[in-house]
């Protein structure tokens, strides 16, 4: 296992920079809006708590906006237990189509359908005490009559088998592999996604 020390290699910030870099803990009030403009300007996008439609709406603007300020790698910061799947490909298919590269860090945790988010990074790195949680993404809110109902669990399952897929692409395992370990809600540190090849890397700080 190769748990390599230079996050400047990535263009991270390190883990024990000051405070205000690292604005990563889930859920709670949002930004304000001076961090949230220093942390644009250094193409950096967050993506925070649960993934909503309407949050990746804007994670998608984002992401689009700094890709056509220039070709530089813009940075995803992930502190996420999970979301709808929906709304974790919607923002698939803008990374998917980005010129600029994605470079995703996992600052505190990852899980459900962000991990196919991750997935869809270019590169893929973690602080050492993140933590990720294989779990089956959920489908959002469906009512509706029962062929309404019937139609949304067969999208549902046809989004799920895309993310199975990604997910298993990316990290050489196979299929039914992937699909065990999100059945089963496995939770992995930092250097056992490593492993499992979730990320590439484990960002630690210098001279340790």
């Known amino acids: ?6 996050p400047s290699r990535w263009g991270f910030p390190p883990p024990n920079q000051p ?3 690292q604005p990563h803990l889930p859920g709670g009030p949002g930004l304000p809006g001076w961090l949230e403009e220093r942390l644009f300007d250094q193409r950096i996008v967050m993506l925070r708590g649960q993934l909503t439609n309407e949050a990746a709406t804007g994670i998608a603007a984002a992401l689009l906006t700094l890709d056509s300020a220039g070709p530089e790698p813009v940075q ?3 502190a996420s237990p999970g979301g709808d799947l929906s709304a974790a490909l919607s923002v698939i298919d803008v990374i998917d189509a980005l010129t600029a590269p994605v470079h995703a860090l996992v600052t505190s945790e990852a899980g459900g359908a962000v991990l196919a988010v991750l997935a869809a990074a270019d590169r893929r790195a973690a602080y050492r005490h993140a933590r990720f949680k294989l ?7 469906v009512t509706g009559t029962a062929d309404e109902v019937a139609a949304a669990a067969g ?3 046809r989004e799920l088998e895309e993310a199975v897929l990604r997910l298993a692409e990316v990290t050489g395992k196979p299929r039914s592999r992937i699909e065990d370990d999100l059945s089963s809600g496995r939770s992995l540190s930092a250097a056992e996604a490593l492993e499992y090849g ?3 890397e484990v960002v630690a700080p210098k001279g340790r």
């Open 155 to 157: 999208q549902h399952l």
């Open 19 to 21: 405070p205000e870099w």
């Open 198 to 200: 979730l990320i590439d």
């Open 76 to 78: 995803l910061h992930v």
């Open 135 to 141: 779990a089956e993404p959920r489908a959002g809110g």
């Open 1 to 6: 296992m190769n748990l390599r020390h230079d």
